[in-house]
């Protein structure tokens, strides 16, 4: 009897932290963070899935230098699977250095006023040109159907 409680309260647990583990739905677990490096710059960018929009935490981290002259807004674009691209709306980070932390933002709709993410929509692409020396570095997301 003491056996099998154990057990039941083991997988309760189990159940539990899975649930609890689980990114937002139409976004792979292991993809809702995407690393790159840039030259000597590491860019990490989170994404929270369909139901939040298209909005990224990004982290720059270098130890080359400062990282306070790359506008996101500027240098970012979001690209879909159907060739749809858009700009960033914006780019909210404090100064950081060689650390910096913001939010990248970009808009829900496209310049015809078409969303930018549909229900075929399979993969997002975030582009950012010019940093650590490298001309494009391209983060991905694979979203489930």
């Known amino acids: 009897m003491r056996h099998r409680m154990i057990l ?9 932290g899975l649930a609890l583990s689980t990114p937002a739905a139409g976004v792979r677990a292991d993809e809702s963070t995407q690393t790159s490096q840039a030259g000597a710059v590491t860019i990490k960018a989170t994404w929270q899935g369909p139901s939040v929009g298209p909005t990224f935490t ?7 230098v400062n990282l306070d002259s790359y506008d996101l ?36 709709t496209t310049a015809d006023g078409s969303p930018l993410i549909t229900p075929e929509t399979q993969v997002l692409r975030l582009s950012i040109r010019e ?11 694979t979203l489930s159907s």
């Open 8 to 16: 039941g309260v083991s997988s309760l647990v189990l159940i539990l």
């Open 58 to 64: 990004v982290v720059l981290d270098t130890h080359a």
């Open 73 to 108: 807004a500027q240098l970012a674009v979001l690209r879909t699977d159907q060739d749809v691209e858009v700009a960033p709306s914006s780019w909210d980070a404090p100064a950081g250095g060689h650390h910096r932390q913001g939010t990248l933002s970009f808009p829900t």
């Open 131 to 141: 940093v650590g020396g490298i001309s494009e570095t391209v983060l991905q997301w």
